[in-house]
């Protein structure tokens, strides 16, 4: 296997920032196949992809791309490298064909190679039908295409890829890793970064990254493999599984453990260490049967284990009480629709949320998700039909049924220069808490998420997990009985996004209504019932277990959330080429 | 290594279609380049107009001889003093403050007496308002100037040569009519000239800063000199073909006189949009942020165009300290130069100066934008 990508001993820092972006990391590109570069956000894979491709210059170390220096001999390196950054690179306002025109100029391709090349990659990425579309007008899934056409263009000897995944729905992708995969096979070096772990683990070469260390380098199956025995699965629980879970988490010999639909799934500290179903309460039907190890356990694993089961902020907070009248349904959306001008965004959506459940709303990128999400909290006016929180419809009392509801939205929406403290405060005081209540409130929050030795630390500068509980901390000031999560962990590394949960998992059991959009397959399966939403339609509901059911043929159910996902959007009539993405 | 060709046709001329479709597509560019400038002459050729006409003036006579009476009456006949006659000085006082009257004048009771004495010096008092210093010049200037005139009919009446002892006649050249418009639309030119080199361009590296796409290129064999120059040339284009807008706009519509070259007009309009193209993607290739990078063309190049090169505010009338700062201000160039190709045509002296430090402000910041233009993200 000859060598694409030779890094040694490389470190990077960005001025003004005490930790290394890149800390002295020694790894090989191997040419041929597909290389992941995997990490949370923050791990330092843009860096790293970056001093690759002589966009930046290494504070330290040598790195050699297809043998050339990127600085030294960036010109030689350029003609011969592809290279993709996030958000695909493209001009928006140009049509498809006006960028693949542009980049064929500027990568000095003429005459018949260009219109061979033009041809080749239209068919391959199957744009023809829209080279006369402006490329801002495309869906996500059709950018990540044309973003990729206009980087091979060039033929190049190594292609580059930044978080190409970020924003494309599980068809999409799926579609681009066939199309890449393609590529690596017939000889061409690929760098593929991502935050997704189950992307990860189709690589047949990994870069495992985490706060600018490499942790491992090598076949995922390798480390896969060092979990064997480790990943069982219970099933055929009686009682609650959440607290199945909580009870499975505390004891010693469970490493990690997450719920899938009906089931959960525990790894280890020791193949030889399996729980004993009795002492955990499972129920008399209960099995335990072995699971196939996931890249996610072995990253976990390394990380050192994911947290306890307790969630001190459940233990502290009174349950939520709610009349009789109101459990069946805590939100309800009747038949709402709404539309932007002509385009219709949402089409008569109607779902029930009852008391004490997790509700999820997957779909592809502009299929209606998020407009559908907001209208449910209050956070847009539907066009038509109605929605209500607690009995309290959403257009007539937004502020009351405001009051009753708390809201995380992506990427946490903290104030980055104020203190965790002020954070707390302000939030506390948009939601009408003052004087004594105020104080005592914030002084259990910090207390409770553990925040107290970072009070004044401005919320930019918290690690990312510390920002998750600050963020919320905030939501929950006002003792919501309805929560709403909009792409709650996006980015997280797996340890905080199980951290996440287990605190998510302790309010429902207080009570606590939560809806959540999630880009997350594995984590779609923490919900009680699933809403999957495309063209603006909620084309089906159930629990994981039924959409799983649902989506297989010939009575095998689907093995995963994702081919679930796929199977059912593509007999709903497929992802809609024709929306623009907002 | 053989270091490649600083710039290839191709890739250049790529660049250039890509910019100047962007600039098609994107409402805010035509609506900056060809609708602002017409909205700014319209605004500063009808709005703002320094000429005065019907002030409104106050007028106490003490006297109630025949010489006052004749000369409050001069006043009146006035065609541009609307004059208002009052009975106490705490009158005139208070629609002074009030607003309602520009000025006054005061004839004290020994008016006709003083003037019949030999030396015939009489005081005549005029208060103006002086926090309208243009206004209250123009009021003084007018009283004086009815005072004159009155005195020398009231000489040829009875027979007698009035010789005052310095004889005054003004006449403007370069703008006979005085019109402010002729002065104020070649510099409102300046302004829109540096809101398209400087605003719009300030906008256009930072955005695809923003949109992750200078990254795309930078990634590609797109070379330094290629990248500026695709910035600079369409943008220069664009500020070409707004400049031919305003020209015709005030020569047409406003009839202000062109009296130069238009040749010496391109040339100079060349070297001005060369400093502010520069400016402008100085700006956006330090700031990389669209929002920074427009407060900071406000900052530094709007504003000074229009506070500090004479545009509004008389040079010769600044404080000195300020007075040496509008030698650094590369409009208060553009707009003399402006000003003399349409109102003189062309005064060799003042032009070489322009051309001379235009040149250098251009090469100034179209170098330091050059020296900053990285192929690195770092």
Known sequence: MSVAVELTRVTHRFPGVEAPALDDVSASVPAGVITGLVGPDGAGKTTLMRLMAGLLKASAGTIRSLGLDPIGEGAQLRARLGYMPQKFGLYEDLTVGENLELYADLRDITGEARSASFAR????????????????????GMKQKLGLACVLLGNPELLLLDEPSVGVDPISRRELWRMVNELAAGGMPVVWSTSYLDEAERCPHILLMSGGKLLYAGAPQELTGRMSGRSVQIGSISGNRRTLLQRA?????????????????????????????????????????????????????????????????????????????????????????????????????????????????????????????????GLLPPSGGHASVLGIDLRTHAAAARQRLGYMAQKFSLYGNLTVEQNLRFFAGAYGLSGARQAAKIAEMLETFALTPHRAAPADELALGFKQRLALACALMHDPAVLFLDEPTSGVDPVTRREFWTHINGLVQKGVTVMVTTHFMDEAEYCDRIGLVNRGRLIATGTPDELKQAAGRDGHEAATMEEAFIALIERSGGEDEGRAVA | MSGPAPVSWRRLRALCLKESLQIVRDPSSILIAFVLPILLLIIFGYGINLDASRIRVGVLSDDRGPEATRFVAALGASPVLETHLARARGELDHALAAGDIRGYVVLQSDFGARLARPDATAPVQVITDGSEPNTASFVAAYIQGVWSTWLAERAADRGRGFAPPVDVIARSWFNPAALSRNFIVPGSIALIMTIIGALLTSLVIAREWERGTMEALLSTAVTRTELLLSKVLPYYALGMVSMLLCLTVAVWVFGVPFRGSLALLLIYTTLFLGSALGLGLLLSTVLRNQFNAAQAALNAAFLPATMLSGFVFEIASMPAPVRAVTYLIPARYFISSLQTLFQAGFVGRILLDDFLFLTASAAFFLGLSALRTRRRLD
């Open chain 1, 121 to 140: 990659l239209l068919a391959f990425t199957k744009l023809r039908p829209f080279t006369s579309r402006p490329a801002g007008k495309l869906s996500g």
């Open chain 1, 249 to 377: 988490l505390n004891a010693a010999e469970v490493m990690d453990g997450v719920i899938q639909g009906s089931r959960i799934r525990l790894v280890l500290r020791d193949a030889a260490w399996a729980p004993d179903l009795a002492a955990l309460d499972a129920g008399p039907e209960a099995w335990l049967r072995p699971a196939e190890p996931r890249l996610e356990d072995a990253f976990i694993d390394i990380l050192g284990g994911g947290p306890g089961g307790e969630s001190e902020l459940a233990r502290l907070m009174t349950p939520v009480v709610l009349p009789e009248a109101r459990r069946a349904a805590v939100i309800e959306a009747v038949n709402l629709t709404k539309r932007f001008g002509d385009f219709v965004a949402a089409a008569g959506v109607g779902f029930r949320v009852p008391q004490g459940e997790i509700f999820g709303l997957l779909g592809p990128n502009g299929a209606g998700k998020s407009t559908t999400f907001r209208m449910v909290c």
